[in-house]
Every structure is written in structure tokens, then in C-alpha cells.
């Protein structure tokens, strides 16, 4: 029976209704209602006779004495936090149970710690295991002042304080894990996660404190709770990677302090998590050349250049629908690059199964791997391997037409430091100065540009098809 003065709150999207129905009809997810005691609030809007305190208004123009940022030492970290951690900025990292979250923040606390006051606050963990994970990556040395505690009141009680050993950086590991003792819900609701995570956004603007927030995922890859979460904190970090490969991508996807899209690779060893210096040089390391299917994609993740294998097999299908499966890559995005093979290249394909896959574990999401993935799927479905020397990327249209995607330049400089002589790019525009573009032939490179997707196919001798 429902309670007086509460409600049914969804924890997936935060949509409230007045009784209990076992599908929420705001985002269509089952069994995810939880009562919650409503708050009091005022039926009326303000009490005229009430005065407030007058807010100051200041110009645009006005100078602000700002601390520098605070480099965490590890630098794949600050480069995605966009050069260090600004002083009261809120941070929320999420990802998959046994990802490397802890351990990533356990190893920049550490770091940090070595410049002064960093606390890490374990709600999921006690003390002495916080300790054995230390220990084992080798940090027992560290200054880091740890603690057990998911009560935001006693939490903000104990960092509020001044002088020389005030905090400036916290870890709170997990957001999930805290509670708010003025809500009756239990920790983990919609409610708390909002609660707990404005009371410590507060104190880290007020002190000055930047707060990392370690937060849970869904099983569709997102952070729990409502999206409220991520409007709230002023950078949103994703830990991502597959659990097969040693490869770790932490991804920004909102930085109000620095770039979007901005990705950190890290590599997965016995002694914690590691930099990856040179991610191009690691995700081309297996890589065998002379097979048909395989093409290497010049891409771009935030502002650094990143080359990586893309693997297509095309073989026939027994079944009356062939499968598609896609890995780090859009499904959606393979059907249309299906589609345009077969409408505007005269490929057969929709009787075979497809299988894609991005090689290293990594997730592409930018429209220039288009023409990559086409290379793939016509070498494989003629069996003609591409050069092993050759680097591609373009995007492609509903019409077949190739065209061009930013920053060409900075694929291609990093195609010929990796060794690579060839380059297989989308046609210049009409009028457009080689040497602005970056397809000068002096770059190191034999660029070879392509207008139509029939171009590709020509290159790539479609006459050649498998039986």
C-alpha cells in the first residue's frame, strides 16, 4: 500500500507517478519503479511579503584570479580532463563492474598526493581492502588519505575545513553508494544519487575541491540513474574497453573545462593500468598483411590522430535472414554502407552474412570510416587484399558519392610516421590548394583520390568474386 506523502520514482529515467505499474511509460523499462518519500514543497510560488537577498551582478570583462590546473601525472588522464584538474570542478567517471575505475582513480590519488592534500573515500569497500589494491599496484608508500563512509554529512563535515591540510582533491567511490539521512529512500534511488551528488558538487564550488564521482553503469553502457547526473557534474567520463583485450579507452563526452570526445588509452597490465604513448603503433601491432577484409582506417578521436584496423567477412548464408554483427561500430551506419555497395556498385551482398569488426577492442564513431569499411567488405567479397601500406578514409553518401571529412592532414602525418606510403582519400573540391589540404605528394605519401564508391570498387578488381 502506498504510503502518504510518496511516490513511485523510475531509476532509469526519473519519471514519477502517483502507484505502482510494472513498465515505466516514460522509457519503456520493466520493473524499475521505487517508491520514494516525496518532498514538501510549496503550492504557491513566492511569499511576497518574503525579501530576498539582492544578487551582485558583474561584466563579462572582469578578470578572476584562478587557480592553475592541477596535473595528475598520468597524462592520458589529463589530457582527457583537458590539461589537469580545475580547482572545484566535478568530475563523474562510469563504466562496467571491473572495468579499472578504482584502480585508474586509485593510481592518480596516489600521484596526486604527492603534491598535497587527496582523500579517497570508498563506499563499496573497507580500508583494508582499499589497501591490498594498493599494495598489489605497488602505491603503499603514497600519501593518500583514505576512508570508509557513505554518509554525505559526515563526508562534507570532515573535508569542509581550511588550512594548509585542506583537501583539493577527492575520490568518491561510488556516488551509488551515499545517502542523504534527511530522504527516507535507501541508497542507490534516484532521490539519494541526486541528493548526495548536489551536496558534494556544493561543498567542492564552495572549498574549492576537485571531486571525482565514480558512478555505476547500465547494462546499455550508461550511467545509472537519470540523466539529471550528468548536467549536474562539469565533466562526464566514460572507462570503456573489452574485457578479451589489455586496451582501456577513457572518452570524454562533456568537459565544460577542455575538449569533447577527448580519449585516454590505457593498457591493463599486472601492475595496474599503464599509458599508451602511441596508441596507432599498439592497435596496428597484430596486424597481418595480405588478407583479404582487413583495411587501416585513419581516424581522428578528439584532437589526436589514430589509426586502426577494420576487419570485414563476407561469406554466404544459410539462413533465410543473413546476420549482421557489428563490433565497435554502428550497426545502423553498416546497413547503409550495404545498401549504397549494392544500389550504386552493382555488389550483391544482401544473401551473405556480414561480419565487422574494429580490431584493439576500440569504438569508432565518426562518419570517415565509411570508405574503410567499404574497402573491407569489397576486398573480402573479392578476396583481393588491400595494400598493406595503405591508409583510407571518407565518408560516404546515399548517392555513392565520397566526400570529405576534417582535419586530412592530420591523418595522413600520422599514416606516414607509422610507415605507411599510400593514402586513399576522398576527391579534393574544385580550386582547393594541395598544399592546404595536406595531399601534396612530398607529404611521404601516394594519394590516391576517390569521387564515387565506384572508384573503390574498380580499384580493388571486382571481377574477382568468390564462388
Not at 504510503?3 to 505502482?20: D, T
Not at 564552495?206 to 565514480?214: E, K, M, N, Q, S
Not at 539462413?319 to 549494392?342: H, K, N
Request: charge should be neutral; include cysteine.
Amino acid at each position: 500500500m502506498k504510503k502518504p506523502g510518496s511516490e513511485y520514482v523510475c531509476q532509469s529515467c526519473g519519471a514519477a507517478y502517483p502507484k505502482w505499474s510494472g513498465r515505466c511509460d516514460a522509457c519503456g523499462a520493466w520493473n524499475t519503479l521505487v517508491e520514494e518519500a516525496t518532498r514538501d514543497a510549496v503550492p504557491k510560488g513566492l511569499d511576497p511579503k518574503g525579501r530576498g537577498r539582492r544578487v551582485e551582478f558583474v561584466g563579462l570583462d572582469g578578470h578572476s584570479e584562478q587557480e592553475p590546473r592541477r596535473t595528475t601525472g598520468i597524462g592520458e588522464l589529463d589530457r582527457v580532463c583537458g590539461g589537469g584538474l580545475v580547482a572545484g570542478s566535478a568530475l563523474l567517471v562510469g563504466g562496467d563492474p571491473g572495468i579499472g575505475k578504482s584502480t585508474l582513480l586509485l593510481q592518480a590519488s596516489a600521484a596526486l598526493s604527492r603534491q598535497g592534500g587527496c582523500v579517497y573515500i570508498s563506499g563499496e569497500e573497507s580500508v583494508d581492502q582499499v589497501r591490498l589494491r594498493a599494495a598489489r599496484l605497488g602505491l603503499s608508500a603514497a600519501p593518500v588519505r583514505l576512508a570508509a563512509a557513505t554518509s554525505v554529512r559526515d563526508i562534507v563535515a570532515s573535508l569542509d575545513e581550511g588550512g594548509p591540510d585542506a583537501p583539493r582533491v577527492a575520490v568518491i567511490d561510488s556516488i551509488q553508494t551515499m545517502y542523504v539521512d534527511t530522504l527516507d529512500s535507501a541508497p542507490g534511488t534516484v532521490a539519494q544519487v541526486r541528493a548526495s551528488a548536489q551536496e558534494l558538487i556544493r561543498l567542492a564550488k564552495r572549498r574549492g575541491i576537485a571531486v571525482f564521482l565514480v558512478g555505476h553503469v547500465t547494462k546499455e553502457g550508461l550511467i545509472a540513474g537519470p540523466r539529471v547526473m550528468e548536467h549536474m557534474v562539469d565533466t562526464v567520463l566514460y572507462f570503456e574497453g573489452d574485457r578479451g583485450h589489455q586496451f582501456r579507452i577513457l572518452r570524454a563526452v562533456k568537459n565544460r573545462f577542455g575538449p569533447t570526445d577527448e580519449i585516454g588509452v590505457f593498457e591493463m597490465t599486472d601492475g595496474g593500468l599503464c599509458e599508451v604513448l602511441n596508441p596507432s603503433a599498439m592497435f596496428l601491432a597484430e596486424r597481418r598483411g595480405n588478407v583479404s577484409g582487413a583495411c587501416v582506417f585513419a581516424g581522428i578521436e578528439g584532437t589526436r590522430p589514430m589509426l586502426v584496423e577494420i576487419q570485414a567477412l563476407v561469406a554466404p548464408s544459410g539462413l533465410g535472414t543473413p546476420r549482421r554483427a557489428v563490433v565497435g561500430w554502428d550497426a545502423g551506419r553498416l546497413a547503409m554502407v550495404l545498401a549504397v555497395l549494392e544500389a550504386r556498385c552493382g555488389l550483391a551482398l544482401g544473401g551473405n552474412d556480414v561480419y565487422l569488426n574494429v580490431a584493439g577492442g576500440l569504438r569508432i564513431a565518426e562518419p570517415a570510416a565509411d570508405l574503410a569499411v567499404a574497402a573491407a567488405l569489397v576486398s573480402s567479397v573479392t578476396d583481393v587484399p588491400m595494400p598493406a601500406d595503405m591508409a583510407v578514409f571518407g565518408e560516404i553518401g546515399l548517392s555513392g558519392e565520397v566526400r570529405a571529412v576534417a582535419q586530412g592532414d592530420a591523418r595522413l602525418k600520422e599514416a606516414f610516421k607509422l610507415g605507411f606510403k599510400q593514402a586513399m582519400t576522398p576527391s579534393r573540391p574544385r580550386g582547393a590548394d594541395r598544399r592546404k589540404s595536406g595531399l601534396e605528394p612530398a607529404h611521404g605519401l601516394a594519394v590516391r583520390e576517390v569521387g564515387h564508391l565506384q572508384d573503390l570498387v574498380d580499384a580493388i578488381r571486382p571481377g574477382r568474386t568468390k564462388p
